[in-house]
Nanobody, 114 residues
Framework: QVALVESGGGLVQAGGSLRLSCAASGSTFRIKASGWYRQAPGKQRELVAVINSVGFTNYADSVKGRFTISRNNVKNMVYLQMNDLKAEDTAVYYC????????WGQGTQVTVSS
């Protein structure tokens, strides 16, 4: 099992930037992929970005060119750099890790004012 703690959310104006961080602990050596999902009010949780153990990344079309996912395996950290934020990026952002199961963080709120 992997425990995940997100940080870095907050309130930002449209066009601004935020960097989310996710600290993993526990069976981190079993992590095959890590990523970020988000859930806006009244909407389903959706994939934002994912990175696997060899660094392959994948992004939702809505964030391509604006968001960058990265990981530091030594520190057991995953990051999401978010640039040119838009009002529609407002959501709770969740970190997740896939081993033989999915583990989730508690989420961090990102609010973009227009």
């Amino acid at each position: 099992q992997v425990a995940l703690v997100e940080s870095g959310g907050g309130l930002v104006q449209a066009g601004g930037s935020l960097r989310l961080s996710c600290a993993a602990s526990g069976s981190t050596f079993r992590i095959k992929a890590s990523g970020w999902y988000r859930q806006a009010p009244g909407k389903q949780r959706e994939l934002v970005a994912v990175i696997n153990s060899v660094g392959f990344t994948n992004y939702a079309d809505s964030v391509k060119g604006r968001f960058t996912i990265s990981r530091n395996n030594v520190k057991n950290m995953v990051y999401l750099q978010m640039n040119d934020l838009k009002a529609e990026d407002t959501a709770v952002y969740y970190c997740y890790a896939f081993t033989s199961r999915e583990d989730w963080g508690q989420g961090t709120q990102v609010t973009v004012s227009s």
